[in-house]
């Protein structure tokens, strides 16, 4: 087992240590309560043998198991085996600084390969000697310590089952961190081209990356400039990437029916697969209603929770708003509005969820309607410049063509500078504009 050394403790001890603030934490139960990482022998009891007449009972040793200890209860651990959680009276728990450890995001059956260079925590092993690695999971609004071996899913007990899980978080020794990479694609049509444009015209470019990791990482988008006709009161756009590979992946703007898309653009977010910090996701909504987007993680605190617009359809007036509300640690959710005699036919929102006293990462907003130039101050301050991306949340335009340009500028490690524009005639009521900053 590899633990980074740090005070002597550092290990899986007797339970009879008193040292809270070196147990490791492993998650939180469904009402707060902190749940802290253990393991235990577990041994089953066979039919007894009788001999010339005498019972013998016979124990099979069923290997040592990680599981989730809860401080405030009566003093036992809590593993899965064999279907059913176990309560263990004897039992050891881990002890070792925080800044010693780390957990990363994986999914489905788990393979050494996969932990990108990180060294898992071993916390036991099963009656054959295989194996067994310290996970946390997610169920029923609550974070569990459970167990995983090699090409298998994970194991969380949990209030007297075994539940089965394939997206979890494995403990390893500590790492540098994953960088956060991010970037905007524009076309470039000039207004030349515009006659020989057809209805319905789509762009695509292949975007190159880097990444450490040895999945594939996750890619969140959103639009950042918008130039489409108004056909017959109706405007049409969406941005999205497929094809992600941990060289490169492909971004697309398009438009459908009869639309006419004569430059767009989008940014884009690049978060490695094993970090779990970041969830993100896209949701696609409907008319004027609200919506419960549920994350597939809880986290500890409610988390910041950047959105912005990445597709739309939209018919008579150019006017929506969307607004992440009620977020807490599983979930948030979406408010979408609109007024007068504007028809949303249907939209795509890309989230991202965060914690909220991350240091590498901040989340903001700004407004313009009369004044279309701003700065905006990073509080706290970075220690470098960071990488800013903004996306549209909400704007009330003229029935015009859409023609909405958003850029920041200056960026330095205390704030930035912002611009929102229109052009060719076009005109702006008001925009809400969110933005991201990260280094």
């Not at 124990?59 to 003093?75: E, I, L």
């Not at 194996?131 to 298998?152: A, M, N, T, W």
Request: proline share 5%; glycine share 10%.
């Amino acid at each position: 087992m590899h633990i980074a050394p740090d005070p002597p403790q550092d290990g899986f001890r007797g339970s009879t240590h008193n040292m809270v603030q070196l147990m490791v934490r492993g998650g939180t139960d469904s009402d707060g309560q902190e749940l802290y990482i253990g393991r235990g022998r577990y041994k089953v009891r066979r039919p007894p043998l009788v001999i010339f007449g005498a019972n013998f009972g016979i124990y099979h040793q069923n290997g040592m198991h990680p599981g989730t200890y809860r401080h405030d209860g009566n003093g036992t651990l809590t593993i899965s085996w064999g279907g059913d959680s176990i309560t263990l009276n004897n039992f050891e728990l881990l002890f070792a600084s925080p800044s010693s450890l780390q957990w990363i995001r994986l999914e489905e059956r788990f393979l050494l390969n996969k932990t990108d260079g990180f060294e898992p925590i071993t916390g036991g092993y099963e009656s054959d000697n295989r194996p067994l690695y310290v996970i946390q999971g997610f169920h029923q609004d609550g974070v569990y310590c459970g167990k995983i071996r090699e090409k298998s899913i994970g194991y969380l007990p949990y209030n007297g089952d075994e539940v089965m899980i394939n997206k979890y978080n494995v403990l390893v020794g500590y790492k540098a961190p994953h960088t956060l990479k991010g970037g905007r694609f524009k076309t470039m049509n000039e207004v030349g081209t515009y006659k020989t444009l057809k209805p319905g015209n789509t762009y695509s470019r292949s975007i190159p990356i880097l990444t450490s990791s040895s999945t594939p990482p996750r890619v969140a988008v959103w639009l950042d400039n918008i130039d489409i006709s108004n056909t017959n009161s109706c405007w049409r756009i969406q941005s999205y990437v497929d094809n992600i590979s941990q060289g490169d992946f492909c971004a697309h703007l398009d438009t459908w029916s009869t639309s006419l898309l004569y430059n767009a653009g989008l940014s884009w977010m690049q978060i490695e697969s094993t970090d779990p910090n970041f969830l993100c996701g896209v949701v696609h909504h409907k008319g004027e209603t609200t919506q419960r987007v549920s994350f597939d993680w809880c986290y500890e605190q409610p988390p910041l929770v950047f959105i912005a617009l990445c597709s739309f359809d939209l018919g008579k007036c150019p006017r929506i708003s969307i607004k992440a509300d009620n977020i807490d640690c599983s979930g948030f959710e979406l408010k979408a509005k609109k007024w007068q005699d504007t028809i949303i036919y249907g939209f795509h929102m890309t989230w991202i969820a965060f914690p909220a006293n991350s240091e590498v990462i901040q989340y903001g907003a700004f407004t313009a309607d009369t004044k279309a130039i701003g700065s905006a101050t990073f509080s706290p301050a970075f220690e470098r410049p960071p990488t800013v991306l903004a996306g549209f949340t909400k704007f009330d335009l003229h029935k015009d063509n859409i023609r909405l340009n958003v850029d920041v500028e200056n960026v330095s490690h205390i704030g930035m500078d912002w611009k929102i524009s229109t052009w060719a005639g076009s005109k702006i009521n008001s925009v809400d504009v969110n933005y991201i900053a990260f280094v």
